[in-house]
């Protein structure tokens, strides 16, 4: 999972760039998840050609929905969010998606919540400061704490003349994007959760949600710019990007967060999305020269300190569940009838 993060963070510095230079943002979702699909759609037909189980219209059905909210709109969402922010604030929104993850398992049985005990207490707690950390994240911006000359005379030409009014627009405009890509985000664990076990080939199904998010990203394209010199690369940073973000972030990382998901469960799988920022920072502030502003600080720091709390109280249960049960196993065997032994011995003059 970490090595999932990383990449995500590295995808995230390649897409801020291609933004900057004037790149359609669905132009670029439509074509990297056209690389991940032609990259695992090979690998999932010969490897699990023999462990494939019949694919149904209930599951081609539930690979449909998964893209819309976990590729295809929660990528253009990001991707505006990036636009209108920073790669590095962008980043600190998905600190909220195990938080977010948590509360939708809770009505699906997927988590449950003990209020009585020590674990449902942590869980419960960790959620709210959680929640308290991205209202400020959202709500305060704060004085930035690193002035990158550099950076100000490269985007001086889109903000030298702008209102500060204006600015405060675009910010919300962008929190109000990465919130919904967020909310999207959180909500593909879950639903991950339950194709993994219904159709548990990786490659295959990651495959068919790539094809299915890029022909639905393509689609909005074509509805919202009817300008087809968008779909023309400009440079080769376009292309390394696409092939990059293709092959790491829609592909191998989704495959990744498929297999984790199987194995360990939505939750303990978006508890690893906070590496993302952390990681972003640091390539986003010296490479890209971006500004680390306070309240993005401090509210990232209150949202991992709480859903560290929410992960102490998951530990706990855990652990708690595991006594029980060996526990229950004990009392088992203990309470097992013992049988009588009867040892047979042979007489010498038995024939």
């Keep these: 999972m970490i090595a999932v993060e990383f990449g995500f963070a590295t995808v995230n510095i390649f897409l801020k760039k291609v933004l900057e230079e004037g790149m359609n943002d669905l132009v670029f979702i439509t ?3 056209l690389v991940a699909t032609i990259l695992l759609a ?17 599951i081609l059905f539930c690979l449909f929905f998964s893209a819309i909210v976990g590729t295809s709109l929660t990528q253009y969402f990001f991707l505006l969010g990036i636009q209108y922010t920073s790669a590095t604030f962008a980043c600190a929104f998905i600190n909220m998606v195990p938080v977010i993850t ?61 209102h500060p009014t204006r600015k405060t627009e675009r910010w919300t405009f962008g929190t109000i994007a990465l919130t919904v890509g967020t909310l999207l985000w959180a909500s593909w664990f879950p639903i991950q ?7 548990p080939c990786k490659y295959s199904s990651t495959a068919i949600l790539s094809l299915f998010g890029a022909i639905q990203a393509a689609i909005l394209c074509l509805a ?25 972030g829609s592909g191998l990382c989704y495959v990744g967060l498929t297999w984790c998901v199987k ?26 020269h971006e ?28 652990q708690n569940c595991v006594s029980k049960v060996t526990q229950e196993a004990e009392d088992i065997k203990e309470q097992e009838p013992q049988l009588p032994v009867i040892t047979v011995s042979a007489a010498a003059d038995c024939p």
């Design 263 to 288: 194995k360990k469960g939505p939750v303990f799988t978006a508890a690893f999305s906070p590496l993302v920022q952390i990681m972003a920072a640091m390539f986003d502030i010296p490479l890209l």
């Design 102 to 162: 948590f509360v939708i398992a809770l009505p699906f049985g997927l988590e449950t919540v003990d209020i009585k005990g020590i674990s449902g207490k942590a869980k419960v707690v960790g959620t709210l400061v959680c929640i308290g950390g991205a209202m400020l994240l959202t709500l305060y911006k704060g004085m930035p704490l690193f002035d990158h000359s550099y950076s100000q005379a490269e985007t001086a030409i889109n903000v030298m003349h702008m």
């Design 291 to 318: 500004r680390l502003h306070i309240g993005s600080l401090l509210g990232s720091i209150t949202v991992i300190i709480g859903l560290y709390i929410l992960l102490w109280g998951k530990n706990k249960e855990m």
């Design 193 to 199: 959760s339950y194709i993994g076990k219904r159709y």
């Design 31 to 33: 074509c990297r998840l």
């Design 42 to 58: 090979p690998i999932g037909y010969f490897w699990e050609r023999n462990s494939r189980p019949k694919l149904t219209l209930r």
């Design 224 to 248: 919202t710019n009817r300008n087809h010199s968008a779909w023309s690369f400009k440079g080769k940073i376009e292309i390394i990007s696409v092939l990059y973000a293709g092959i790491v």
